[in-house]
């Protein structure tokens, strides 16, 4: 049902899912709870963007067209993933000592994605009895590689009441940038430790900001070579998902965790001037501008799942601006401090957050579950009741895979 050119169809995957804690430069731990909070958000807001979608609200207006934009949770999932798995290697460069270690990383990383993800596989294929390309299909589908692939890209196919192809687990394709990012992180801060090794600690910020700016010119690049290419849609839609499209937003959260590490290295907690309260409502000004750029300067149509190259460019900007705004309260203003923060850490928003993958996961599920058992057809139907249903049980749902599939493994794993 969703497209990588536009992550709403199928939206993103929440990100890494660790524990809101890093590694702080001095050697201790940087409690940031207010980042649950934060994965939350975005997993409802791509439930809800989908479900906007599928009941064809996103014509609907003003209203609709910004619902269109929720999408925008994905680059808030991808720019976590980039703080948080990337601050403990800055922190352990910053500070002379071993980077995290690898067996456990790896560990992490394989019971965090894919478990849970597999689960939900194998129900969408009891389902929908249908294969992308048979065994290879299957295969790419099941190590996360199916968007190599433009004929896999949106993984098992399944037809709706409407006789709309629906992608009942299309969102995996973030999954796969993810898994790409997870694997290329390690192989990044070996080359970032070894071109910095004679410099003294207090400079090493310096390559790092040049690789990154490295990072965030390759997905241009990148973007400027799909724009000059002879691609068809889905090899365009394949071609947008990989990461080397994402790159961007990445690196924007490796950026945020290279400046966490260097504040704390100079002994303070948070960005000078983080502290006033009215910071946080500026930042938010900030990502209410970008959001809207995207509604309505990047071009982008509520009811189109492929966009054009520049219609792209303009909306990795747009949402790249929205999710780092969005965050900077939380990550670099003084902890537990300030109208965000305690927003954010609440437990609600917290118990949200842990369950979030699951959220993630399942939405699109129990999305196509819910028309076909009302033999309700795409793009028709009541957008309040449907996300109503979708809500409650994709929540009951994904609770119970963080209790019985995803807390166990985790908990394994360290």
């Not at 890494?16 to 201790?28: I, W």
């Not at 690898?102 to 929908?128: D, F, G, N």
């Not at 790092?208 to 365009?236: D, P």
Request: charged letters at 10%; glycine letters at 8%.
């Amino acid at each position: 049902m969703t497209t990588p050119a536009a992550e709403s169809r199928p939206a993103g995957r929440p990100p890494d899912q660790e524990q809101a804690t890093a590694s702080a430069g001095t050697g201790g731990r940087l409690q940031l709870p207010a980042l649950d909070g934060y994965r939350a958000m975005a997993a409802l807001a791509v439930l809800v963007t989908h479900v906007s979608f599928a009941t064809g609200f996103n014509g609907h207006g003003a209203l609709g067209a910004a619902l269109a934009r929720l999408d925008v949770g994905v680059p808030i999932f991808f720019v976590l993933s980039g703080f948080l798995l990337y601050r403990p290697f800055v922190a352990a460069r910053r500070t002379a000592r071993p980077g995290p270690d690898m067996a456990r990383y790896a560990r992490r990383r394989v019971a965090r994605i894919y478990p849970a993800y597999w689960v939900v596989l194998v129900v969408v294929l009891l389902q929908t009895r249908e294969l992308a390309n048979g065994v290879r299909g299957l295969l790419a589908q099941i190590l996360l590689l199916h968007t190599w692939w433009p004929d896999t890209v949106f993984g098992p196919p399944a037809t709706s009441t409407g006789g709309v192809t629906f992608h009942p687990l299309g969102q995996a394709w973030t999954l796969a940038a993810e898994v790409v990012f997870y694997l290329a992180l390690p192989f990044w801060a070996l080359l970032i430790r070894r071109l910095t090794t004679s410099a003294a600690p207090a400079h090493r910020w310096r390559a790092e900001a040049v690789g990154l700016v490295v990072l965030v010119a390759v997905a241009q690049a990148w973007r400027v070579w799909m724009a000059h290419a002879a691609l068809n849609a889905s090899q365009v839609a394949a071609r947008s998902s990989w990461v080397f499209n994402q790159l961007d937003h990445f690196a924007f959260g490796m950026a945020l965790a290279v400046i966490s590490v260097e504040l704390v290295a100079r002994g303070r907690t948070h960005l000078p001037g983080m502290a006033a309260p009215w910071l946080p409502v500026a930042c938010w000004t900030a990502a209410a501008a970008c959001f809207y750029g995207a509604i309505h300067w990047a071009g982008l149509h509520p009811n189109q799942v492929l966009y054009t190259n520049h219609q792209q460019m303009a909306r990795q900007w747009f949402y790249g601006g929205t999710a780092v705004f969005a965050l900077l309260p939380a990550m670099l203003a003084p902890p537990g401090t300030g109208w965000v923060a305690r927003l954010f850490a609440s437990p609600p928003l917290r118990a949200l957050g842990r369950v979030s993958y699951g959220i993630y996961l399942w939405q699109e599920l129990v999305l196509f579950d819910w028309l076909r058992l009302r033999d309700q057809k795409v793009f028709t139907g009541s957008f309040p009741a449907t996300l109503a249903v979708v809500l409650v049980v994709t929540v009951v749902v994904a609770t119970v895979s963080w209790f019985v599939v995803e807390r166990p493994l985790l908990h394994r794993a360290r």
